[in-house]
């Protein structure tokens, strides 16, 4: 089945701290691949997308996230968290047909000034 | 941009209550979609729609149902709430063939 898990569920980082999420996808074949955010308060708005060419795809706010086929992963990245970075992240992955869109279980991402 | 409007951010109801959750996109799209998240679990889909009139299960549907008679409202309705649907629920549109959804503000609702 088609699945996508995201291994951490609570992160907690100081301001200009690194950040790496991570979202490993369980698909067989074309995958687009999506982060999408949540920030308190508000409704969940798309972060980034890959559909294909470059793996390394850049979104809103300083975010990137690398398309790895070889390791099934698409994990989320920013150089230098700042506090207005806290929030939920989702990691999907679509492969056609609507309901075939699955999310990740979430990871909450709390930034400490 | 387009904007998905759910018609409530909060509701409180009680167990056996009839529930509404409406949904109002303001362009001609066809595909709208119910999710419902809850902690730890992320979003799971409820029902999803491409067409007035159209509705299609999503992976979660028991104890809901849709109604879709105009291409840009999408509801949901739960017949007889439970304290087991105290969630928050999300309406999406979607373009087409892609997988990228669009989001409203979501409606949490508790049912005591």
């Known amino acids: 089945a088609q699945s996508v898990s995201q291994h951490n569920h609570h992160v907690i980082l100081s301001e200009a701290a690194s950040l790496e999420l991570g979202c490993n996808y369980s698909y067989g074949g074309t995958v687009n691949l999506f982060w999408y955010v949540q920030y308190p308060g508000q409704h969940l708005q798309l972060l980034l997308k890959y559909f294909s060419g470059d793996p390394l795809v850049k979104g809103i706010k300083g975010f990137e996230a690398e398309f790895i086929k070889s390791k099934f992963s698409f994990n989320l990245r920013k150089p230098s968290v700042q506090w207005s970075d806290t929030a939920e992240y989702f990691c999907?992955?679509?492969?056609?047909?609507?309901?075939?869109?699955?999310f990740g279980t979430g990871t909450k991402l709390q930034v400490i000034p | 941009d387009v904007k998905v409007t759910q018609s409530s951010r909060y509701l409180v109801k009680r167990t056996g209550e009839k529930v509404f959750l409406e949904c109002v996109q303001d362009m001609d799209h066809e595909n709208m979609f119910w999710y419902r998240q809850d902690p730890g679990l992320g979003l799971r889909l409820i029902y999803f729609s491409y067409d007035v009139k159209m509705k299609e299960k999503g992976d979660i549907p028991e104890g809901y149902s849709v109604s879709r008679e105009k291409k840009e409202r999408f509801s949901l309705i739960l017949e007889s709430a439970s304290t087991n649907q105290t969630s928050m629920y999300l309406c999406?549109?979607?373009?087409?063939?892609?997988?990228?959804?669009?989001f409203g503000e979501g409606s949490r609702l508790t049912v005591l």
């Open positions: 999907a992955g679509y492969s056609g047909g609507y309901q075939k869109v699955t």
């Open positions: 999406a549109w979607g373009g087409p063939n892609t997988g990228e959804l669009f």
